[in-house]
């Protein structure tokens, strides 16, 4: 079965999108296996499959790699929202997700933005194993959690270049704390309007960038009195912007980019 798909990027974040408004949704976890491998298949840190909904221009089903659902793609839902901003010629777009009606805003250049909703800071809503004060776990290095829609954790260090992501965020992705395995970050703050940020993220390694993770790191800075309301965020593959105001809605703005779009076969 041939499958077209188009594949982008936002801050070296990439994402397969699949567009199966008015048709069937053929994948599983299975498929998205098969194509999330980059020796095999297409390779991507997140698909989106595009389908048709009542309630928005579009609903958003997203997977990781490893074949895992997951609720919410900050990087994803934008490019999204900029196909079909084109599409129509809107300058605004509202998109479902598990994560609910999420609005998408052209901005100048080749930027878009997207509200990711209100962070859920409870410990229940993380999730996390036990009731506590989720702006200080008990790990070492005190991390604090919060949930856009999926778990995030975040170490704040003085010195990322001396952090090995890659050795360290296997662990801290399944530490019996997180009963839902979490997102776990690495913040060096630069200043309260700049932060460098290395992610390992649940389901898909090391990724370039991390929409929901840049704004979780935002906002659990915010938290610990670190950070202004806005914040450059600084991955390996670019830079993005997040603005929370301590309350109501994340709001992610960067550039997304098409990198091709062709056909995989199922």
């Known amino acids: 079965m041939p499958l077209p798909f188009v594949k982008m990027h936002a801050h070296g974040d990439d994402f ?10 053929p994948i599983t976890a299975d498929i998205a296996r098969r194509l999330g491998n980059r020796h095999t298949g297409i390779g991507f ?9 009542e309630d928005a221009a579009a609903r958003i089903k997203f997977w990781n790699p490893n074949g895992t659902p997951l609720a919410t793609c900050g990087s994803a839902t934008r490019g999204v929202a900029d196909r079909l901003m084109h599409e129509t010629g809107a300058e605004s777009i509202v998109l479902r997700t598990d994560r609910g009606l999420l609005t998408c805003v052209r901005e100048s250049g080749q930027r878009v933005s997207v509200n990711m ?12 194993a036990e009731a506590m004060d989720t702006r ?5 290095g005190s991390p604090a959690a919060c949930s856009m829609g999926n778990p995030h954790c975040t170490f704040f260090v003085e010195d990322l270049a001396v952090i090995d992501v890659a050795a360290l965020g296997p662990a801290l992705e399944r530490h019996p704390l997180f009963p839902a395995g979490t997102n776990v970050h690495f913040v060096q703050v630069l200043d309260r309007g700049h932060i460098r940020l290395r992610i390992w993220e649940r389901g898909g390694g090391v990724p370039l960038g991390s929409g929901s993770c840049c ?6 800075g915010i938290r610990r009195g670190l950070l202004d309301a806005t914040v450059q965020v600084q991955c390996d593959g670019g830079t993005v912007g997040v603005h929370w105001a301590g309350e109501g809605g994340v ?16």
């Open 117 to 128: 909703g209100e962070p859920s800071l409870d410990w229940a809503a993380v999730p996390l």
């Open 136 to 140: 200080t776990l008990p790990l070492n």
């Open 16 to 25: 397969i999108i699949v567009d199966r408004r008015g048709l069937d949704d």
């Open 251 to 266: 709001v992610l703005t960067g550039s997304v980019e098409p990198v091709m779009q062709g056909c995989a076969y199922l």
């Open 215 to 220: 704004c979780a790191a935002v906002v659990n």
């Open 45 to 53: 840190n997140q698909l989106a499959v595009v389908l048709d909904c």
